[in-house]
């Protein structure tokens, strides 16, 4: 067999990839590798069985982006459970009253009060929280919050917060602070003297607490945003080794403009000038780093007195391109390259059955479904599938029924609902999965593996509606304790492969696989056109592979056509028709092997090892130099799994294309052993 490989001239079997291109075994010219598109992510199975995301973009490169990450609590008693251990008295007197703290204040002045000692330290930055309520004193006062040394001397003042009126209600602030220099202590005041108050709730934690950010004069991290005021050649910087040298990065940040301006860097041996920020919104830039960078940043200019306004969510991640999917949803051992056309899951949450979009219902005898979020190891190997349980408590009729649905808003049309569930005990549930429409149940058995459930059904109205349940009448189990995870609901007569959601829908782009091979490649006089293909569905879409000059003048093609479950070829040679042949599948949605042999006067379809029909007259096509996962003109793209698509320079002889096309032969396996590839 080995010897019949080497007659081909271009030999592709699913083992390499790389940005844009799915490589060819034979040649091993690159260049003349296929050309792979597609402007999304999208999920595979990989070899390990689990379902995880392919392209189009890396991981995210920026730590605290979003400027919300806080440290542990750094107060010790806050909330006075423990009577007031821990803290102390500056020039006044401190009591446990009502679980709170109260201070009189009496024998000293409008900032004596009670200090917690070493919670903080003079060169970070802290979120502050406290609820006081001042119940006597000379006046209304105000919260405030001072920093001190260990035993409460030196103090300063930090901020004036909101008024407190005597006898007035507890006021809750939050502040963003950071102590004057080598204070340690944490204190509070209400600034009236002779005065009684009260503190309670109090929490110190510090912003950014890993110190992933550096902040230059003017810049400070306070609600979740990074602040600039008055930030005059100052920057926000966070270091970095992972912006390298002609890589691609999708960059992005919220801007709340005030005044002056700013940049967004990438900074290496010089800075990279990313974006000038003069105005307010969401800004995406895709940008090719010119050196490996050292750090990223947004500087304020020195325009009047500098930048003001804030930044959030930060995010820079690579642009990894389109990389084809070499899918083991069949197979461990075998994989196929899976090409699919554009799809949108309508769900919005795919994964989070706790939100309200999933409507919990239930009628009669029957309880409402109770979920559990994270509950179990989900088909993507992370603990993200959610519990489901359902009960029917013993109901007999429709009115009776325990059930999870979720209704959107589609086109009018095919649609097919699709989720992944299994038992979480050692019992199997017969359960009740309901079609687009919401009428039709179709009985399903849930087990202890997971399993994907689809339905499909035609829409007359615009609204569609996923459903699980169990119901008194549908022959159902009376409860079930169940893991669901991957609900999709897509406007196509099948279902394809999960997109994930999580808050709003989400679209698959569409994928195209063309151009592989060059005139060399090919000889026009002889040769042979293998695959071995499954169709996604067996719907009469057309799905076509073509060899061809570049365009249709001449060019033979294998398709899937509007007859069901049937495999055609036909041959064009100088615009004119010369060749073709059809065979019947089993199921074209199965794999097949298919091979049509092309020679003048001698062309010949092969199918799972056996002859299917022959054609003796024709010409061959001329100047062929291009394979096409695609028609010869790129429409009617072969949406569908392919194991291997091979081109041979002669034509093979009935012995050999009953080897090539046979049952018994692994083709996948086999060359790739020969070969002594690594599937990936």
């Known amino acids: 067999m080995a010897n019949l490989y080497d007659k081909a001239g271009l030999v592709n079997i699913p083992v390499g990839y790389q940005e844009g291109f799915l490589y060819n075994i034979k040649p091993e010219d690159n260049t003349l590798a296929f050309r792979f598109n597609r402007d999304s992510a999208a999920t595979r199975v990989n070899k390990e069985g689990l379902i995880e995301q392919v392209g ?81 004193g000379d006046s209304d006062g105000n919260i405030m919050v001072l920093s001190s040394s260990p035993t409460g001397g030196s103090q300063s003042a930090l901020v004036t917060g909101n008024q407190l009126t005597i006898g007035g209600n507890a006021i809750t602030q939050t502040f963003y602070l950071t102590p004057s220099s080598s204070d340690v202590s944490i204190q509070f005041a209400c600034n009236s003297s002779n005065a009684v108050f009260t503190i309670d709730n109090v929490s110190v934690k510090q912003v950014d607490p890993n110190n992933y950010w550096t902040l230059g004069t003017g810049w400070s991290i306070e609600d979740g945003k990074a602040i600039a005021v008055n930030a005059s050649n100052q920057s926000l910087t966070q270091s970095t080794s992972s912006v390298l040298l002609n890589k691609k990065y999708r960059i992005s940040f919220d801007v709340e403009y005030i005044s002056g301006s700013a940049k967004f860097q990438l900074v290496g041996a010089a800075a990279q000038d990313v974006a000038t920020i003069t105005s307010s919104g969401t800004r995406v830039i895709e940008v090719v780093s010119n050196e490996n960078k050292t750090s990223y940043r947004v500087k304020g200019l020195t325009t009047g007195s500098g930048f003001n306004g804030s930044i959030d969510n930060i995010s820079i991640i690579e642009v990894l391109g389109d990389k084809p999917r070499i899918d083991y949803t069949d197979s461990l051992t075998s994989p196929s390259f899976l090409l699919e056309p554009q799809s949108t899951n309508l769900i919005p949450y795919s994964e989070d059955f706790s939100q309200s979009s999933w409507v919990k219902q239930s009628s009669g005898v029957g309880s409402p479904p109770v979920v559990t979020s994270n509950y179990s190891t989900s088909p993507s190997g992370t603990l993200s599938a959610d519990r489901v349980v359902f009960n029917i408590n013993g109901g007999t009729t429709s009115s009776d029924f325990s059930q999870l649905a979720e209704s959107v808003t589609s086109n009018i049309g095919d ?87 999580a808050g709003s829908t989400a679209t698959r782009a569409q994928e195209t696989c063309n151009g592989a091979g060059n005139v060399s490649t090919f000889n026009s006089t002889e ?7 499954a169709a996604l569905a067996n719907d009469g879409t057309s799905r076509r592979i073509s060899l061809s000059d570049g365009g249709s003048s001449d060019r033979l093609e294998i398709f899937y056509g509007t007859i069901a479950n049937r495999i055609d070829y036909h041959v064009y040679s100088g615009s004119s028709f010369q060749a073709s042949g059809f065979s019947l599948l089993s199921s074209a949605t199965d794999f097949n092997k298919i091979a049509v042999k092309y020679k003048e006067n001698d062309f010949a379809l092969w199918v799972n090892g056996t002859e299917a029909s022959t054609d003796t007259s024709g010409n061959t096509p001329i100047g062929l130099n291009k394979l096409q996962l695609q028609d010869a003109t790129g429409s009617n793209d072969f949406y569908g799994k392919t194991k291997g698509v091979y081109v041979f320079n002669e034509a093979l002889t009935d012995d050999e294309l009953q080897q090539l096309t046979g049952q018994e032969y692994n083709s996948f396996a086999a060359l790739a052993a020969a070969y002594n590839y690594t599937v990936i």
Do not use: H
């Open 56 to 136: 189009y973009f890396g991981p995210e490169l920026v730590q605290n982006g979003n400027f919300s990450e806080l440290g542990s609590e750094l107060i010790t008693n806050g909330t006075f459970d423990n009577n007031i251990d821990n803290w102390a008295a500056k020039s006044s007197v401190i009591s446990w009253s009502n679980g709170k703290l109260s201070c009189d204040n009496s024998s000293g002045n409008n900032v004596a009060g009670p200090y917690q000692a070493n919670v903080w330290v003079d060169t970070e930055i802290y979120k502050v929280t406290v609820t006081m309520q001042l119940l006597s």
């Open 527 to 533: 040769g042979v056109l293998y695959a071995e293909i």
């Open 415 to 501: 649609l097919t609902n699709s989720i992944f569930i299994k038992s979480n005990t050692a019992s199997n549930y017969n359960m009740s999965f309901v079609d687009p429409i919401g009428g039709t149940p179709t009985s399903i058995v849930v087990t202890s593996e997971w399993q994907r459930f689809n339905i499909t059904s035609t829409l007359t109205t615009t609204t569609s509606i996923l459903k699980l349940r169990l119901r008194g009448n549908e022959a159902t189990s009376d409860f079930a304790d169940v893991s669901v995870w991957g609900a999709q609901l897509e406007e196509l007569p099948y279902a394809t492969s999960y997109i994930p959601t």
